[in-house]
């Protein structure tokens, strides 16, 4: 047994006021400690990639960690309602943070999936009134009940592969009421004890409308902005020949900056349409896809600060270039790996398929994928307090199957995860 010390009953340790010192915090008693860690991933950049300490111990108190480091130098307070779990010398990671999704959807595109793998293009499908428009036609036509429940079991999907904080994106509605139905759909599954944590952002530039382009921008300027603003953090555009293009996407994201929301951009996905260049002028948070972006597209996302979104899972099954992973790490940016779980382009929920895809499809080593499906997924939503496994940080960590954080990425398709841990609470047993 490590060498913790337990509370007595009516008695304490610390005491003190609660403050950061070196790798713990220290004042609190412990809610819950995972023992027995033969490799812990922490993601803290000053110790080996991916941030590795062996022989570790976590500790939580409510919903943040106080310690995450040797079992030797473990020194917290626990007390009789401390939960303690075993980890049986497996792997500990941090919650994967998925920063990309649709996953509020209804209908479904099997039909579409056989017709493309028979040579038809996506944007062929798209013409002939199959692809975004389909899902929006049947998830515009359902109530809130009828999202919630289709998206709770892709959501506890989710949650059983490892994903502890989800972004939801609306985009299937392209009326006002429906748009905001979604978003709703998505922050009431957020409230649920034992699913992901919700970031929810306003996409009402997806698919084109059926009217006037024109009179639906300004009524997504004029009303969508002002009355998604209480239900989303972000705003984001399909930026891309065929759909939007850069002026009306431009217009859409400066004007959100009013109604406090950060601006993301599906960029350069299917060609080079300048996404990736309006994400870095209007300074968004994140640029997402980026496969046809420019080496001088991917520097000025790094110099501007905004985090490279790559979703492999949607390049493979597109086809096309592969994700620009290395790439962006030598233009100095920060990258994120996401699932971009929708019905048309990858029906995916799992993240530790997209760190395998990260590394055999997008030139990242491991220790660089499983970061960028963490750390890399927190700073995409702008979350500073999760992503890692350091004291003072939520305690969003996963216990694997195994003894080595490698499986992740190397067991191709399959579940690593044995227990997930959701601000301090076992929600997996
Ligand atoms: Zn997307």
């Not at 400690?33 to 922490?42: D, P, R, S, Y």
């Not at 929006?136 to 502890?164: C, K, N, P, S």
């Not at 096309?320 to 971009?340: E, K, S, V």
């Amino acid at each position: 047994m490590a060498a913790w010390r337990r509370l007595a009953p009516g008695g304490g340790i610390g005491g003190g006021s609660t403050g950061v010192t070196g790798d713990r915090v220290t004042g609190d008693v412990a809610t819950m400690v995972v023992v027995n860690i033969g490799q812990l991933v922490t993601g803290n950049p000053r110790l080996p990639a991916p941030g590795l300490v062996e022989d570790a111990v976590l500790a939580a108190s409510g919903d943040r960690l106080i310690y995450a480091g040797p079992a030797a130098g473990l020194d917290v307070a626990t007390g009789p309602e401390t939960v303690e779990v075993d980890a049986h010398r497996a792997a500990v990671i941090p919650g994967f943070v998925d920063a990309h999704t649709h996953v509020v959807w209804l209908g479904e595109r099997s039909e579409e999936y056989a017709l493309r793998a028979a040579g038809a293009s996506y944007e062929e499908i798209a013409e002939k009134g199959g692809g975004i428009r389909s899902t929006v036609a049947a998830t515009a036509a359902g109530t809130l009940d009828e999202l919630i429940a289709a998206t709770r079991e892709r959501a506890r999907r989710m949650l059983r592969l490892g994903t502890t904080t989800v972004e939801v994106k609306s985009g299937y509605g392209q009326s006002l009421g429906a748009e905001l139905r979604q978003l709703r759909a998505a922050r009431a599954l957020g409230e649920e004890a034992d699913l992901p944590d919700v970031v929810t952002t306003y996409l009402p530039l997806h698919g084109l409308p059926d009217g006037d382009r024109a009179a639906y921008l300004e009524g997504v300027l004029g009303e969508g902005l002002p009355a998604a603003a209480s239900l989303a953090g972000f705003v984001d555009c399909f930026c891309e020949t065929g759909a939007w293009g850069v002026d009306e996407c431009e217009r859409l994201l400066v004007a959100a900056r009013a109604h406090g929301l950060r601006a993301k951009v599906h960029a350069d996905q299917r060609s080079h349409s300048g996404g990736s260049a309006l994400a870095a002028r209007v300074g968004a948070i994140s640029a997402d896809h980026l496969d046809h972006a420019t080496d001088e597209d991917l520097r000025a996302l790094a110099v501007a600060g905004v985090t490279g979104v790559l979703l492999p899972g949607a390049s493979m099954v597109l086809g096309g270039p592969p994700p620009p992973g290395r790439r962006l790490l030598d233009a100095g940016a920060t990258i994120a790996l996401a699932t971009d779980c929708n019905p048309g382009t990858c029906w995916c929920e799992s993240m530790p398929l997209m760190v395998s895809l990260g590394v055999a499809t997008a030139g990242l080593t491991p220790a660089e994928a499983l970061l960028a499906a963490t750390a890399g997924g927190a700073a995409a939503l702008g979350l500073t307090d999760r992503g890692r496994l350091l004291p003072g940080l939520r305690c969003d960590a996963l216990v694997l199957e195994t003894p080595k954080w490698l499986d992740v990425g190397y067991h191709l398709g399959a579940d690593p995860v044995s227990q997930v841990i959701v601000a301090g609470r076992l929600v997996r047993p």
